[in-house]
């Protein structure tokens, strides 16, 4: 499986600002996810990061509020802006390795994020 | 669309009971993937087991088993001789291989599992 490292792993923020949350991966991946998991909730897909090309988002989520970054096929960042109470949740980052079965995916240890 | 349903939400058991964890869903698609993660108290999601819809063969992994019925739409996850390490969140996931390029997973809602020693 794949090493997946994510930064940082909890912050506690101010209503109105923003925080981009770093995943890296220890290898070259095809597929990398971002979800969202709301306190004592299941897990919900924010978008798919694309290398080389903008992200494409879930019905409910959109890039002004959830901007994604993918320069390589290692890294992907993505950032919560104007950020509300309502956005405290764990985001987790996922990668489907290359070479594998797009259908077998990693989680990295996820961001807690508080918002005052 | 699809779905995927754990209706227990929470279930205790005492060390050393087995315990069943249900999980049924939900596609229209032909070809699959059902998959179980754990989520322990530390938040991390660990990858358990992925089956694909044309395997129906059960699977043993040590205390760990998994009974795949598609006549009944059921991915149901066995803990024999259950352990308070157990003690986690336990989450049933699908992915079909028609939902395109993203081939994202859409998860339960999760079913807290609290082994009491």
């Known amino acids: 499986s794949a090493v997946i490292s994510q930064k940082p792993s909890r912050d506690i923020c101010q209503r109105g600002t923003s925080l981009t949350i770093q995943c890296q991966v220890d290898?070259?991946?095809?597929?990398m996810f971002w979800y969202r998991q709301q306190p004592g909730q299941s897990l919900t897909l924010i978008a798919t990061?694309?290398?080389?090309?903008?992200?494409?988002?879930e019905s409910g989520f959109v890039i002004d509020k959830f901007p994604i970054s993918r320069p390589n096929l290692t890294f992907s960042t993505l950032t919560v802006s104007n950020m509300s109470p309502e956005d405290s949740s764990i985001y987790l980052c996922?990668?489907?390795?290359?070479?594998?079965?797009?259908?077998?995916?990693?989680f990295g240890p996820g961001t807690r994020l508080t918002v005052l | 669309a699809q779905k995927v349903t754990q209706a227990q939400t929470e279930i205790s058991v005492v060390e050393k009971e087995d315990v069943t964890l249900d999980c049924v869903y939900e596609?229209?698609?032909?070809?699959?993937?059902l998959f179980w993660y754990k989520q322990p108290p530390s938040g991390e999601l660990v990858f358990l087991i992925r089956?694909?819809?044309?395997?129906?063969q059960n699977e043993i992994s040590g205390r760990y088993s998994w009974n795949f019925q598609k006549s009944t739409s059921s991915f149901n996850f066995t803990i024999t001789a259950s352990q308070v390490v157990d003690s986690a969140v336990y989450f049933c996931?699908?992915?079909?291989?028609?939902?395109?390029?993203?081939?994202?997973?859409?998860f339960g809602s999760g079913t807290q599992l609290t082994v009491l020693p």
């Open positions: 996922s990668v489907s390795p290359q070479g594998r079965s797009y259908n077998e995916q990693f």
């Open positions: 290898s070259q991946v095809t597929m």
């Open positions: 990061a694309n290398q080389g090309s903008e992200a494409t988002y």
């Open positions: 596609t229209r698609d032909t070809t699959y993937y």
């Open positions: 089956r694909n819809s044309f395997d129906e």
């Open positions: 996931a699908l992915s079909e291989e028609a939902s395109g390029s993203a081939r994202q997973l859409t």
